[in-house]
């Protein structure tokens, strides 16, 4: 087994995940696929390098585009299966390759935007009481954090408790993580007549969110954006959550 494929038990979790197709030309072999979108994601490599062990490296970039276009429900089958006691919001700044910005089509989003460090874009988390993920955002690089938390509330609602730092200050954020039956644990900023506090204990626990980016950009097709186009490069993300996932349940198990 080469050094980033899917051991066995990770294989036996996500197998049943899969989309069957009982009919029609039988697909090629999921877990080579999936070994090789694994290893493209985890050296940054162009697709064109992938081994050959792997397989034409045309019918692995296809199968990574196609579940691009439909979405990439395994994450969400394995988020799903978060308690939602507890969960933090924060985002990271992503270096954008100048083969991410070349010029889009009509219509076309990218999630590109130049911030202080140039060209990049943002990905958004929420992370539970583990440190694993379930909810990500992508958006330019200069866009408001706040900006995001409607996204990641949609996508998973956070009954529980949600903590972000002062950068989410705002009513119309508590207000929103109230409406999903929530309740925020945001402090203000300093500037503020009416400051509010929140229990220096549950604050700390904010690391959670930079472990897992930490854990995210040992992808390093996640830790420099190379994909063009936004849904790519957040199917990337979302597949790279999901190994972090395995992860955690064969360590546990």
């Known amino acids: ?31 080579r696929v999936l070994n090789g979108i694994f290893w493209v994601l985890r050296t940054g490599s162009p697709w064109r390098d992938l081994p050959e062990r792997y397989g034409p490296h045309t019918t692995v970039y296809n199968r990574f585009n196609r579940w691009a276009k439909a979405g990439v429900w395994v994450f969400e089958e394995l988020a799903e299966k978060s308690p939602d006691s507890m969960q933090f919001i924060d985002s990271t700044i992503i270096h954008a390759h100048q083969h991410a910005a070349r010029e889009k089509k009509a219509g076309e989003d990218h999630a590109i935007g130049r911030s202080r460090g140039g060209l990049s874009t943002k990905i958004n988390a929420m992370v539970d009481h583990r440190g694993l993920p379930v909810a990500l955002a992508l958006s330019p690089g200069q866009a408001s954090d706040k900006a995001a938390v409607g996204d990641l509330l949609a996508a998973h609602p956070a009954p529980g408790d949600v903590v972000a730092d002062r950068g989410y200050d705002a009513r119309a954020i508590l207000d929103l993580i109230a409406t999903h039956g929530g309740r925020g644990h945001i402090p203000t900023q300093r500037d503020r007549k009416v400051q ?3 229990d220096p ?53």
């Open 1 to 31: 087994m080469a050094r980033f494929d899917l051991t066995d038990f990770e294989w036996e979790l996500i197998r049943p995940l899969l989309p069957n197709k009982p009919r029609g030309v039988p697909r090629v072999d999921d877990r």
């Open 196 to 198: 509010r506090s929140v």
């Open 201 to 253: 204990a549950l604050y700390r626990q904010r690391n959670l969110v930079e472990r897992f980016f930490n854990k995210l950009k040992h992808f390093r097709k996640i830790a420099t954006r190379y994909e063009k186009t936004a849904r790519n490069y957040l199917a990337a993300v979302l597949i790279a959550s999901s190994r972090i996932w395995m992860r955690y349940y064969e360590s546990a198990a």
